[in-house]
């Protein structure tokens, strides 16, 4: 009766979707534990690590992607692909709500310090993370959508052209100049994180 699940690490998340499709809830849960932790990732960088209104996107994101599973026709798109356009979506409509109340926030967010005085090394890589997440914020969305699934989810241009819905060349364009707003925003900030030795990141 497992036999599906027990399977779900071989097979593709497309046979995976399929399976589903004709009633195999096993199915189901191994394309559910497969997907939804990197969506919940990508959709938290977004919106500069807002954990809350991340899960939000991720559950948004697998209820439709279970909608469609009926009409899901092999080899047209990647799962996956389908799932982070999505999500890209439903995160730029949450940006678009939160307007200048993020704004306000994240300008504010270097600033704030934790009140424990003996953890000076988790303070300082929070302060990082932090000031990675404020200055991902800054950049434009799709300078940022670009960024993320290239530097930090590891994707290929290719396969961010299909997630943004764009040309390989514009995925181009905007990793590079994200990478240099971001490069810029980080380094006057560099000596306070701690970073005065790390030198110029290339």
């Known amino acids: 009766m497992t036999m599906a699940f027990d399977a ?20 189901a849960l191994a394309l559910t534990r497969r ?14 690590g ?12 697998m209820l439709r992607l279970w909608k469609v599973a009926p009409q899901w ?37 270097p600033e704030v310090a934790d009140a424990s005085p003996n953890a000076e090394g988790r303070l300082q890589e929070a302060g990082r993370m932090q000031a990675l997440e404020a200055a ?17 989810e590891g994707m290929t241009n290719p396969e961010i052209a299909a997630i943004m819905e764009i040309g390989v060349e514009a995925v181009e364009s905007l990793t590079a100049r994200g990478k240099r707003a971001l490069s810029a925003a980080l380094s006057g900030r560099k000596e306070a994180l701690g970073y005065e030795d790390d030198g110029h990141a290339g």
């Open 8 to 27: 779900g690490g071989e097979l593709s998340d497309e046979a995976l979707m399929v399976l589903y499709a004709n009633g195999d809830r096993h199915a």
């Open 35 to 48: 997907i939804t932790p990197r969506v919940l990732a990508y959709a938290a960088r977004l919106l500069s």
């Open 50 to 61: 807002d954990r809350a209104e991340a899960e939000d996107v991720a559950q948004e994101t």
């Open 73 to 109: 026709r092999q080899g047209e798109t990647r799962v996956t692909t389908w799932a982070y356009r999505v999500a890209t979506n439903l995160c730029i409509d949450r940006q678009r709500a939160r307007g200048r109340r993020r704004q306000t926030a994240l300008e504010d967010a």
């Open 136 to 152: 991902l914020a800054e950049l434009p969305d799709r300078q940022r959508q670009a960024v993320v699934l290239r530097h930090l």
